[in-house]
């Protein structure tokens, strides 16, 4: 992610169907517009519901270290691949000020 998307923050996008199955820890999402279901579980399931908190990305990263009580750096890599991953298929996107209609960062 760019310097300045790491203060952009992120949240599903709005076109978007998900099925939980809580039991199991699991989370179907797909894209109402186009494209295939996506599955999610494990640390990919807890990013996810994290972007409920409307954290910019680097909040997103300090929370997740904290969760796995790992360093913020060491796992950036991987984060930053899953948000690009997640913005590619379209099932993320920047949060919308609504007074100026633009991407709003913190």
Known sequence: MS??????????APKIA???????ERLALMPL????PVIL???????WNRLAEQLTFNDLLACL???FGVDGETIRPDVENFMLELQRQALIVPL??????T????
């Open 3 to 12: 310097s300045t998307q790491q203060d952009t923050i992120w949240v599903p």
């Open 18 to 24: 998900a099925v939980a199955a809580v039991s199991e």
């Open 33 to 36: 517009d186009s494209g295939r």
């Open 41 to 47: 579980t494990g640390t990919a399931l807890q990013i």
């Open 65 to 67: 270290a904290t969760d």
């Open 96 to 101: 919308k000020s609504p007074a100026s209609g």
């Open 103 to 106: 991407a709003r960062s913190a």
